[in-house]
């Protein structure tokens, strides 16, 4: 038996078969991928760090987008509060006393400078020997010592009561604390101040 007539018997006998559909054709296999890696979950932290802290009452802070308005001066203080007839008293008072500070203060001052140059220019001269035989003598001049002491006297107490009757800061504070505490809807701030620093309306809790 030849090769030809065994190649003509076995595709004799696979004719048959292939009808019935016992023979299947190989199928092409799908290629294998490799598994993939899942992306990180970003809202577990990595190992090591604590979990992320919960926003207080399970709401995220809104930002306050309100425009600020700053203090500047007793004055802008007072025309800023003046439709508050309480807090305005109170702003009113103050822009008094740093009036009055302001007069007597440098009133004193003035008058005590006053008196102090009338001492100097009032000298009691008096003609005194040099020393040595056949010099001469010597004119020597002083000025009123009374007078140059009574007009510093009255320039410090003109100092101590600027001092004392000028506003102070906390004078101030406590004008804001008012207003911002009866409108917690439009705070004042003190101008060049640090923010933390001037009393802010409590936050309601929910």
Known sequence: MTVRSAAWMILAALLPLAARGEVEAPQPQAAVQPPSTPPPDLSVPPPG?????????????VPDLRPRI?????????????????VAAKARDLASRRTAAFAIGGGLLATGLAVTLTGLGKQTCEQ??????????????QPDPTQVIVGSVIQLAGVLTAAI????????????????????DRPFYLWHEPLQQVAEPAPEMP
């Open 49 to 61: 760090l604590p979990p992320p802290a919960p926003p207080l009452g399970g709401v995220l802070p």
């Open 128 to 141: 005194q020997s040099i020393g040595f035989p056949g010099s001469g003598t010597l004119s020597v001049c």
């Open 70 to 86: 700053y203090v500047k001066d007793l004055d802008h203080l007072a025309d800023l509060v003046k439709e508050d007839p309480a």
């Open 165 to 184: 009757l000028a506003p102070k800061r906390g004078d101030l504070l406590d004008v804001l604390n008012a207003w911002n505490g009866a409108h917690p």
